[in-house]
């Protein structure tokens, strides 16, 4: 009855950021009807100066895009990549140079919408079984004997046979399902925002640990000094900066960056959010997958967030069409399981390591941060160990789904 509704369709993704939209789109050569349901609206191409959310894709990520057909329809001029990183903290200082550690370069930043909306572009222009939809919020999830039924705040029904939440740290389906996890609170509010500087970025992505919490200064696409802030901070710290005229955040803002760049102003609005730990006891139920932040979520110090969410669609993809090959049905627990043993422990392994360099970047006793200076300028001499930190970085290491192994070859 269900697979004869209008309304059904072989998977339904609920959530249409990043995430959702990569999944619906790595989803697409598989052949089977795909609906992506959003609460939202349609994301919106940026215009103008920078957005206040921004995203560093590693390389992993970026082949991906680049093989899907999205890299193609986000706006080259809003694609920032960079090729060096440096962190600091005190005494101890670790420089990277992409080229020489074997990578041209060490990642990209992109507004969030720039990467969404590239997702949306391409269903819209592709002639794949895909319908996005937004306005869309679920507000019902019930069983049938074939999957799922779910009725949304617009009185309609939707059916499918397999449900993937891409929706979020607080989840609907996640909660729905009776998967356990609740996201933790990191003890950092961050403030984001879109500045200029006096001297030029110079394709490098820096991070200063405070004791208030780490300030990322990342570059954006422009003139070359247009920058990205990420601050994360303990929430009186972040609540009095917040407070501060623009005049007076501006010169907090280049004390704290320690004139790396010169004087630091204010271009865009500032916005604050809570940042959060969480990872799902589990990433699947009987024909139910999480993806991305639906299963996990990490502090955005490392910037690698997205990333791992990227990965996640495009693995869950992976095994589908895995099965479709061998003639299994594509809803099969196998698959699910297959999915979550690729992803979980890779995703878990970043949860802990992030969670770990915050607390140690926190203590403040004069031991730690001698163990702490002493091991950064130990890593910055040794350039084994940088090269596995970057191979780290760039998505090269773990269980990767084959488009994120290589870019495409020219012509193909």
Known sequence: MCKEHQNYSDIVIVGGAMAGGMQAVSLASTGLSVRLLDAGPPPQMPEGPCATRVVALNEASQHMLEHLGVWALMPQERIQPYDKMQVWDG???????????????LGYIVENNAVAAAMYRWVEQSDANIKWQNHEHIVRFERTSEGWRLITNTEQEYYCALLIGADGARSSVRQAVGIAGVPEFSGHIAIVGAIRTENPHGNCARQRFLETGPLALLPAAGDGHDVSIVWSLVPEEAKRLFALSEAEFNRELTLASEHCLG???????????PIHYFHASQYHRPQVALISDAAHVVHPLAGQGINLGLLDAAVLAEEIQRALDRGLPFVHLSVLERYERRRRFHNGSMVRALKGFKLLFEQRSLEWRWLRNTGMRWVNRLAPIKQSFTAHALGRTGDLPQIAKRAPQSGA
Not at 91 to 100: A, I, K, L, R, T
Not at 263 to 273: N, P
């Open 263 to 273: 004087e630091l102003a204010l271009e865009t609005q500032r916005a604050q959010f």
């Open 91 to 105: 005494n101890g200082e670790v420089f990277f140079d992409g080229p020489e550690l074997g990578a041209a370069q």
